[in-house]
């Protein structure tokens, strides 16, 4: 039986019903457009993905053709110096990477314009040291030199060439490559502060009072001059542009290849003298190669260019001049590797020949060096034995007082007649012409 309470019911539920239908519907719609958006999304960041791992692989691919180089160049002004350090790095590579017939290296127009940007050649590079020395320029670049570029660009001038070797081989040439880099570089280096050797020091002489032997003291002081700031700038960041990180000795050390320390110190303090020891390490640098030899040869040359120096009075003219004859020799300097010979051919001026060096000394060793020297020590079996001592660095205070040598020497005149004539005495640079191919064997 219906009543009017059932049909109520009725009712009201379709008036629900009615109601409810078009917003199951929005939901369902909503629903369907989200779920269309999810799986857009997850398609989204699916392609996202596979087209970062294309780009990574490619990079990789681009990577593997890469080589970074460190190299040195000088020039009239910057651009022509980098240029210069470009050259090299193309040389290095195409000769290391690169198997080809032609004799495209030959042509110096085509070599400038392989080391370039615009090439694609060289990638990047970044100058990471730039010193001035009379008008001339001096760089420090690290390259990233692009070998399959570098291929691309030789087939394009008509010559035949190819990327030489498979992996292994790339690997192994990667690690020649590196070698190579780092000795040549170091050469360079060592070239250019040879350039900068005989700017680099200053003279004066100080003349006491004559006696009544008709003799007077006499003391030569030998100061580094504000070339020495350039030189030890280029020393300090070459040698930290060269160095091995921690993780490239470990990976050398992990494939049976021995890496090279190097310390670093700088001597400033008089207690080093006092104490007899040795100034503390200051910084290790690590490197494929020894260059303990290259070094010493290196100081020789500054000690023969700090003592190319010209005396003048009333009398004449009288250079101090190198000499490998021991046997006539007026004076010697000791160096770590020896003695140095020089010739002193004046009659009434001499440089005393027993004990003439006031010099500061360093501990046991017998060989001299200038007061705030660099000092390099060069280890052997695990121990730093070999030592370097280099003026390279500027005294701290801007005051040339004992930054130097010292020497000592002595005037003595005939007689009274010959003193009376004696007005003046002057020190200067010498004129005195000096290789150093004499003194650096650069390979």
């Not at 005989?198 to 100061?223: Q, T, V, W």
Request: aromatic share 10%; charged share 25%; hydrophobic share 40%.
């Amino acid at each position: 039986m219906v009543t009017k309470n059932s049909i109520r019911k009725i009712a009201v539920f379709f008036m629900i019903l009615l109601v409810s239908l078009p917003f199951a519907n929005i939901c369902a719609h909503s629903y369907r457009s989200n779920s269309q958006s999810l799986r857009c999304a997850l398609d989204y960041t699916k392609d996202l993905r596979e087209k970062e791992k294309k780009e990574k692989n490619k990079d990789k691919q681009k990577n593997e053709g890469d080589v970074t180089l460190t190299v040195m160049g000088d020039g009239e002004n910057k651009e022509q110096a980098i240029q210069v350090a470009l050259r090299s790095a193309i040389e290095q590579a195409f000769g290391v990477f690169v198997s080809s017939h032609s004799e495209i290296l030959n042509d110096e127009l085509v070599k400038d314009e392989i080391a370039t940007i615009a090439s694609g050649n060289i990638k990047e590079f970044k100058c990471l040291s730039e010193n001035y020395v009379e008008g001339k320029c001096f760089v420090t670049v690290q390259a990233i030199v692009s070998t399959n570029n570098l291929i691309s660009y030789t087939k394009s001038k008509g010559a035949s060439a190819e990327l030489a070797g498979a992996t292994f081989a790339m690997n192994l040439r990667m690690l020649e490559l590196n070698k190579r880099n780092e000795a040549l570089a170091m050469q360079h280096l060592v070239r250019q502060l040879a350039e900068i050797a005989p700017i680099m020091f200053d003279y004066e002489i100080k003349i006491g009072e004559f006696n009544a032997g008709l003799g007077c003291p006499l003391e030569i002081c030998i100061n580094v001059n504000e070339n020495a700031k350039i030189a030890y700038k280029m020393l300090t960041e070459t040698l930290e542009a060269l160095s091995l990180k921690e993780v490239e000795v470990s990976d050398l050390k992990k494939i049976g290849i021995t890496t090279h320390k190097m310390s670093f110190s700088t001597y400033f303090d008089d207690k080093w003298v006092a104490s007899n020891t040795r100034p503390p390490h200051e910084i290790i640098y690590h490197f494929r190669h020894p260059y303990h030899k290259l070094f010493h040869e290196l100081c020789n040359w500054f000690v023969a260019c700090s003592m190319n120096f010209k005396l003048t009075d009333d009398f004449g003219s009288y250079s101090v001049k190198y000499t490998t004859d021991y046997k006539n020799k007026d004076f010697v300097l000791p160096t770590p590797i020896g003695s140095m010979y020089f010739d002193f051919d004046c009659n009434h001026i001499s440089i005393n020949v027993n004990g003439p060096l006031k010099l500061e000394r360093y501990g046991h060793h017998a060989h001299t060096f200038f007061k705030n020297s660099v000092f390099l020590y060069f280890a052997h079996d695990g121990y730093f034995q070999d030592e370097v001592a280099l003026p390279f660095h500027y005294y701290k205070n801007g005051s040339s007082n004992n930054s130097g040598r010292r020497l000592k020497a002595s005037i003595r005149m005939r007689n009274i007649e010959e003193l009376s004539t004696l007005t003046k005495i002057q020190i200067e640079r010498g004129q005195e012409i000096l290789k150093v191919s004499d003194f650096i064997k650069f390979q």
